[in-house]
Every structure is written in C-alpha cells, then in structure tokens.
Nanobody, 126 residues
C-alpha cells in the first residue's frame, strides 16, 4: 500500500488548463504503474490516463486523448496530469492510483490499482 495525495484541482473556464499532482509516500515510486481516474456524480469511475513503471509508456482514455498528458518525476515520487482544453464534461473528482510494484502490465481498470488518493475536485464552467 502506498499513500497518495492529490492536489491542483479547482474551478476553471472551458478551454482552460489545470495541472494535477499526486505525491506518493514510498521510496520505490519508480516501480509502480501510476494512473488517473475520474468520477462524475451518478457515473462510474472512468479511466483517464496511466504511465508504466519500466518504460514510461503512456496510455489515455479516448475522451481525453490529445488534451491531457500524464507524466512522472521519480526523484520527487510524484505523478502529474496536465489537462489542457478543458471541457464542462471533464468536471469530476479526479483520483490518483498506483499499481504494483513491478506490475507486468498497465491496466485501465480501477480494480487493478491497489492504492488510491482521496481525490481532488475539478470543475469546468461553460
């Protein structure tokens, strides 16, 4: 289990940008797959993005591809989600998650991530 703390959420106008951060409390951060998910009221938790631990390969949900960028800084034990071109439908609570260590694959399913942050609210006004 890894303790994850998200920050950077807030209120932004459509077309704007936000950068979410996820700080992890582990010295082996580099060995974890990191993911971002979101959940809007009344909807299921949705995969947003993930980054592998070995090659830093990145994966995105179809609804955010080309607008969001996931990255990681292993020296700071922190993952990031840069969100550009935000739309009102991006409004949700955003969660950081970790899978591993040494996960053999990058999953898009919440059940495959063993550690979760508390979430940070992102609201996009039209």
């Amino acid at each position: 289990q890894v303790t994850l703390v998200e920050s950077g959420g807030g209120l932004v106008q459509a077309g704007g940008s936000l950068r979410l951060s996820c700080a992890a409390s582990t010295g082996t951060f580099s060995q974890y797959v990191m993911g971002w998910f979101r959940q809007a009221p009344g909807k299921e938790r949705e995969f947003v993005a993930a980054i592998s631990w070995r090659t830093d390969n990145t994966f995105y949900g179809d609804s955010v591809k080309g607008r969001f960028t996931i990255s990681r800084d292993n020296a700071k034990s922190t993952a990031y989600l840069q969100m550009d071109g935000l739309k009102p439908e991006d409004t949700a609570v955003y969660y950081c998650a970790a899978a591993g260590p040494h996960s053999d694959y990058v999953s898009i399913f919440p059940a495959d991530f063993g550690s979760w942050g508390q979430g940070t609210q992102v609201t996009v006004s039209s």
